[in-house]
C-alpha cells in the first residue's frame, strides 16, 4: 500500500517558522516527484512547490523566498521549510507525489498529476 504520512503542523505567530515532514512508506520516493498542496476553508486545493526527481525546485509565486522543498530518498522522506509565515498560509498542508522516473525534470503544481496523497496536516498561523 503505497502511504505519505504528514507532521509538524502546528499554531504559529506571523513570522515564524514550522518544518513539516512526509514520510512515504510501500513505495521508494527516488523515482518519484513531490510536491506539497494546501487547502484553506473555502478555497481550491493549491500548489505550493514540487521537487523534480532530478531535483529541481519550484514555487509558487506567494512563498517564493519563504518555503524551501527537500527531499531525503535514503530516508525516503519529504520536508517543507516554511519560515516567514503569514496568516494567509493558514491551512490543511498535503504532501502528494507521481512516479516519473529516475532524472525526470517532470514538474507541476496541478493536482491533477499527483497519484499519492497523504492525510494532511493543519497549519495555523495567527497572534
Known amino acids: 500500500q503505497l502511504q505519505l504520512v504528514e507532521s509538524g503542523g502546528g499554531l504559529v505567530q506571523p513570522g515564524g517558522s514550522l518544518r513539516l515532514s512526509c514520510v512515504a512508506s510501500g513505495f521508494s520516493l527516488d523515482t518519484y516527484a513531490i510536491a506539497w498542496f494546501r487547502q484553506a476553508p473555502g478555497k481550491e486545493r493549491e500548489g505550493v512547490t514540487c521537487?523534480?526527481?532530478?531535483?529541481?525546485?519550484y514555487y509558487t509565486d506567494s512563498v517564493k523566498g519563504r518555503f524551501t522543498i527537500f527531499r531525503d530518498n535514503t530516508e525516503n522522506t519529504a520536508t517543507l521549510q516554511m519560515d516567514s509565515l503569514r496568516p494567509e498560509d493558514t491551512a490543511a498542508y498535503y504532501c502528494?507525489?507521481?512516479?516519473?522516473?529516475?532524472?525526470?525534470?517532470?514538474?507541476?503544481?496541478?493536482?491533477?498529476?499527483?497519484?499519492?496523497w497523504g492525510q494532511g496536516t493543519q497549519v495555523t498561523v495567527s497572534s
Open positions: 521537487m523534480t526527481n532530478d531535483d529541481r525546485r
Open positions: 502528494a507525489a507521481v512516479e516519473t522516473g529516475y532524472n525526470s525534470g517532470f514538474w507541476s503544481l496541478s493536482s491533477r498529476f499527483y497519484d499519492v
